[in-house]
């Protein structure tokens, strides 16, 4: 199966979104922050943890947030089955009902294993990144001087999330439902 052409392009990005000239190289932060809002796009949720109508798709930036505004550019373009998306950052996940999506980092590994628990009862994606410890549904790390991404498929599927065939063939590694 043909992986998908905007994800690609997302790996592709130097241009444009960055900001920089063509000759720019982006930042893993920069590459990150463009592949996030991408992810949703090959996602299903559960219907009772679907936006309203009239409600944006939420990504939610828990805890540390090395994206900044890179991140708003990257979300700012992008509609999820017709719906804008709107990014939160919250220090903790307390009041992360509404989340549709949540990257999570925490001050040190046993932190964000604590933000993630509080999390295990909603239907959220959950994207973390290398240096966190516990793993999200989705994991950042970099592989040969280049950003990929490790999925826990069992992992969404215990929450009734369901993940893309078509993202998970990017993936650098699938721990597989059971």
């Known amino acids: 199966m043909k992986p998908p052409r905007r994800l690609l ?3 592709a990005l130097g241009t444009g979104l960055f900001g920089g ?3 720019a190289q982006p930042t893993d932060d920069q590459v990150k922050a463009a592949f996030l809002p991408k992810f949703a796009r090959y996602v299903a949720w559960p219907a009772s943890a ?13 805890g540390r947030d090395p994206f900044g505004r890179a ?8 509609v999820i089955d017709g719906h804008s998306v709107a990014v939160r950052r919250m220090a903790s996940a307390e009041g992360a009902a509404g989340c549709h999506m949540a990257f999570v980092q925490g ?8 933000m993630l628990a509080a999390l295990r009862r909603q ?37 009734g999330l369901s993940i893309s065939s078509r993202l998970l063939a990017l993936a650098a590694n699938v721990r597989p439902r059971r």
């Open 107 to 114: 001050a040190n590994p046993a932190e964000t294993s604590r």
């Open 123 to 159: 239907a959220v994606l959950t994207v973390t990144d290398g240096g966190a410890g516990t793993r999200g549904m989705i994991h950042f790390t970099i592989v040969a001087r280049r950003v990929r991404f490790f999925i826990d498929e069992a992992q969404a599927a215990e929450r």
């Open 21 to 23: 000239p063509a000759s």
């Open 50 to 62: 679907q936006p309203a109508a009239d409600a944006p798709f939420t990504l939610c930036m828990i």
């Open 71 to 78: 991140l708003d550019g990257a979300a700012a373009g992008e």
């Open 9 to 11: 392009a997302a790996l």
